[in-house]
C-alpha cells in the first residue's frame, strides 16, 4: 500500500484553496481560460466533468471552460462552500437501516436532487447557513364576501408546478419597481378583468419579512423577501378563472383546504407563533377588497372525502360481485408493479386516463387494490412507496394525480373512500360526469379518453370533435 508523504499531506491545502479560487472564478464570471495553469487543475477539471456540469472547449492554446446551466451553477457555488468551510459532502458509506421513498436511480439521474441533499447537508452544518440565492416576492391579499358564506373570504390560485393553492402574487424581477411588479401579476393572474393602474389601489400590509429555505425551483438555500399588500378594486365584481378559488380564514391557518388540498399560507414567512397571530389580526381588520358579494367559483366545493372517511363494507362486496363495465374497473394498484416486485410511476397515468374517461363518459367507479380476477391485493404495497405510508398518503396523491393532470375545476366530481376487508384495505373512487369536457394535459399535449366498454379509450381529434358535440 502507498503511504502519503509528508510534502504531499501539506499540499492539500494549497490544492484545495486552488480549487476554490477556480470555482469562485468559474460561477462568478460564467467561464474560465486556462493556458499556463498548475498541473492540480486539470484534476479539478477531470472531477467537475464527471459530475457534467462544465463544458470544455479547445480554442488555440487556451481552454475555456463554461458552466452547463443555472442548477450546475448553484451546485458549483455550494461545493465551493462545502470547501471553503471544510465540510464533508457524505458522511457514511454503510447502507442504510431504511428505505426512502426515492429511488438510488432518480437520485442520480436527476442532478437538482442530489444539489438539494448537498444543500440540505451544507446548512445543517454551517454557522454562517450562507444562501445562495435571493429572491423578493410579493402577495396580493383580494379581501371579499362570498355567497353562502358568513365570514369574508380570501383570493387564492392553484399552482399547477407546485400542486398547492396560493395567494395572487409572485416573484419581481431585479429590475422591476415594486409598483410594475404588482401591476404585472394581476395581468397575469387576473386576466379575465383587463386591469389597468387606475382600476385598483393599492395598500401596504406588511414588507421586509424573510424567511430561509432550500427552494423548490433552483434546490438551493435561498433568502426569500416578502412584501404583503392589501388590493380595494373599483369594480365590484371580479371574474375568476377555473383555477381560482376562495378559501376560508380558517384553511390559511390550517395551511390546506377543507377538501385536504395543499394550501401555500402567508404565515410561512412568520418565525414564531406571536407574529403569526399579529398578521392575522392585519388580514381579520383589512376592509374588503371588492364591493358587492362574489360568486362562489369554480373550486369552492370540492368533494374529496377525507381518508378517514370509511364506505359501506357491503358496497364493496356488491362492486366485487360485478363485472367491469363502462362504469367499474378494477386496478391491482396505483403505482406498485407486481410484475417486477417495486414502484412503477407509469403505472399512475393508467389510473388519471380511468378517471378522466369516467369523467368524459357518464361517471363510474375505480376500485384500487383488486385485480382482474377480483383477488383482494389491498393498497399496502402503494403505500410502502410514500412518505405518508397510510391512507391519508394514498389520499394525497391521489388528489395530487387529478391536480396536475385533469385539473383543479374537476376534483368535485371525485369522492375517494376507504373500505377495509379483511386485512387487507381498497380504495374507491368515485367519478361523476363531467359537465364540460376533460383533457389530460401532459406538457404541451393534451389527451382525451372516453370509456368503451370496460376500457379506457383515447379519441383522435376527428374524434375528439364528434363526442364534443354530441355530449355537451
Not at 477556480?22 to 481560460?33: A, N
Not at 411588479?181 to 389597468?196: D, F, H, P
Not at 378494477?330 to 374517461?357: C, H, Q
Amino acid at each position: 500500500m502507498n503511504k502519503v508523504s509528508k510534502a504531499d499531506n501539506q499540499s492539500i491545502p494549497e490544492t484545495a484553496r486552488l480549487f476554490t479560487d477556480f470555482l469562485t472564478k468559474l460561477v462568478t464570471e460564467k467561464y474560465v481560460f486556462l493556458k499556463k495553469h498548475p498541473v492540480e487543475l486539470n484534476g479539478v477539471v477531470i472531477f467537475l466533468k464527471l459530475f457534467n456540469v462544465i463544458s470544455t472547449q479547445k480554442k488555440g492554446e487556451e481552454l475555456v471552460i463554461r458552466t452547463k446551466s443555472q442548477f450546475a451553477e448553484n451546485f458549483l457555488k455550494s461545493l465551493m462552500l462545502y470547501l471553503k468551510e471544510n465540510f464533508k459532502l457524505i458522511q457514511n458509506w454503510e447502507n442504510p437501516h431504511s428505505k426512502d421513498e426515492l429511488l438510488q436511480e432518480d437520485f442520480l439521474s436527476w442532478g437538482s436532487l442530489f444539489l438539494r441533499a448537498m444543500e440540505g447537508r451544507r446548512i445543517s452544518q454551517s454557522t454562517t447557513k450562507e444562501p445562495l440565492s435571493e429572491v423578493d416576492i410579493i402577495l396580493l391579499v383580494i379581501k371579499a364576501k362570498v355567497e353562502g358564506y358568513e365570514n369574508p373570504m380570501f383570493l387564492c390560485q392553484f399552482n399547477n408546478k407546485t400542486l398547492h393553492f396560493q395567494l395572487i402574487g409572485g416573484y419581481k424581477k431585479a429590475e422591476e419597481k415594486k409598483a410594475q411588479a404588482i401591476k404585472r401579476l394581476l395581468i397575469k393572474e387576473l386576466s379575465l378583468n383587463n386591469l389597468k393602474a387606475e382600476d385598483y389601489k393599492i395598500n401596504l400590509i406588511e414588507e421586509g419579512i424573510t424567511h430561509y429555505e432550500i427552494a423548490r425551483k433552483t434546490s438551493v438555500y435561498t433568502k426569500y423577501n416578502f412584501s404583503f399588500y392589501h388590493l380595494v378594486f373599483k369594480n365590484p365584481i371580479l371574474k375568476l378563472r377555473s383555477s381560482d378559488r376562495w378559501v376560508s380564514f380558517d384553511e390559511i391557518g390550517n395551511e390546506k383546504t377543507v377538501d385536504g388540498i395543499a394550501l401555500l399560507s402567508p404565515l410561512k414567512p412568520f418565525a414564531d407563533s406571536q407574529t403569526k397571530l399579529e398578521f392575522l389580526e392585519k388580514l381579520k381588520k383589512l376592509p374588503l377588497s371588492l364591493g358587492k358579494e362574489q360568486s362562489k367559483g369554480p373550486n369552492t366545493n370540492v368533494k374529496l372525502i377525507s381518508p378517514s372517511d370509511k364506505g359501506d363494507n357491503e358496497e364493496l362486496k356488491l362492486i366485487l360481485k360485478s363485472e367491469e363495465s363502462e362504469k367499474l374497473e378494477f386496478k391491482s394498484s396505483m403505482r406498485w408493479d407486481y410484475t417486477t416486485n417495486s414502484p412503477n410511476k407509469g403505472l399512475e397515468k393508467t389510473i388519471v386516463r380511468t378517471i378522466a374517461a369516467f369523467l368524459n363518459s357518464d361517471g363510474g367507479t375505480l376500485v384500487i387494490g383488486v385485480n382482474d380476477e377480483k383477488e383482494i391485493l389491498g393498497i399496502k404495497n402503494d403505500l410502502s412507496t410514500f412518505k405518508k405510508k397510510n391512507p391519508d398518503g394514498f389520499f394525497q396523491h391521489v388528489v395530487s394525480l387529478i391536480l396536475s393532470f385533469v385539473g383543479a375545476e374537476y376534483t368535485s366530481f371525485v369522492q375517494i373512500v376507504f373500505e377495509d376487508i379483511g386485512k387487507e384495505t381498497v380504495a374507491i373512487v368515485k367519478v361523476e360526469r363531467s359537465p364540460n369536457p376533460v383533457f389530460i394535459k401532459e406538457g404541451e399535449q393534451r389527451y382525451f379518453y372516453v370509456r368503451s366498454g370496460n376500457t379506457s379509450r383515447e379519441l383522435n381529434p376527428e374524434e375528439v370533435y364528434n363526442y364534443i358535440q354530441l355530449h355537451w
